[in-house]
């Protein structure tokens, strides 16, 4: 999954910046669909990091079967806090 083909896909737009308010809760509510109907473990975590990014992604035991996945997914989430500017 390439991160700017899924912005255009659910936001339309290269841009985050330009897409307004409704179009980027009605991204976030497609994006969600998309992710619990998705099988392919891969193309999950990558829809659930997305959804992390946007402050929406739903909690790891009720998306991630596989306590394997769950732990990646803490880990990303240790790795990405430690990344991103403190507010």
Same mark, same amino acid.
């Given at each position: 999954m390439d991160l700017d083909d899924q912005i255009r896909h659910y936001f339309g737009s290269? &841009?985050?910046d330009a897409v307004? *308010? *409704?179009a980027l809760a009605a991204g976030? $509510?497609?994006m &969600?669909?998309?992710l619990?109907? $998705?099988r392919d473990r891969a193309r999950r975590f990558a829809l659930w990091t997305l959804l992390y990014m946007f402050d929406a992604a739903p909690p790891l035991d009720e998306v991630f079967? $596989?306590?394997a996945d769950r732990d990646a997914a803490r880990n990303w989430?240790?790795?990405s806090a430690r990344?991103? *500017?403190e507010d």
């Amino acid at each position: 999954m390439d991160l700017d083909d899924q912005i255009r896909h659910y936001f339309g737009s290269d &841009t985050l910046d330009a897409v307004p *308010p *409704p179009a980027l809760a009605a991204g976030i $509510e497609r994006m &969600t669909v998309d992710l619990w109907l $998705e099988r392919d473990r891969a193309r999950r975590f990558a829809l659930w990091t997305l959804l992390y990014m946007f402050d929406a992604a739903p909690p790891l035991d009720e998306v991630f079967a $596989e306590a394997a996945d769950r732990d990646a997914a803490r880990n990303w989430m240790d790795l990405s806090a430690r990344l991103l *500017p403190e507010d």
